[in-house]
């Protein structure tokens, strides 16, 4: 069983940076991919960015450039460094473990979520 938790989540302005940690509980080694998601007011969730464990990373097309992600599986961590932030990047952000189970099964794990308001 792995637990996820974020922090690094406010309130920004425009042009802002910001910088959401995710802690595991459990061993991250055994976790393929793992991956950022936010969710805005009256909007689907939607994939931030992903990287997997081999260090393929994947980013939303309004993000690139602005944000990076990156994994520390030695400190249990995942992070997600946000610059030139825009009041559209604003929602609630969570963390996603994927674990492969099997051969054509995976588990994932979810963390509470931070939020995270650009605003002026």
């Known amino acids: 069983q792995v637990q996820l938790v974020e922090s690094g989540g406010g309130l920004v302005q425009p042009g802002g940076s910001l910088t959401l940690s995710c802690i595991a509980s459990?061993?991250?080694?055994?976790?393929?991919?793992m991956g950022w998601y936010r969710q805005g007011a009256e909007k689907q969730r939607e994939l931030v960015a992903e990287?997997?464990?081999?260090?393929?990373?994947y980013y939303l097309d309004s993000v690139k450039g602005r944000f990076t992600i990156s994994r520390d599986d030695a400190k249990n961590t995942l992070t997600l460094r946000m610059n030139s932030l825009k009041p559209a990047d604003t929602g609630v952000y969570s963390c996603?473990?994927?674990?492969?189970?099997?051969?054509?099964?995976?588990?994932?794990?979810w963390g509470q979520g931070t939020q995270v308001t650009v605003s002026s």
């Open positions: 990287i997997y464990r081999g260090g393929h990373k």
């Open positions: 996603k473990g994927t674990k492969r189970t099997g051969l054509k099964t995976t588990v994932d794990y």
């Open positions: 459990g061993s991250m080694f055994s976790i393929e991919t």
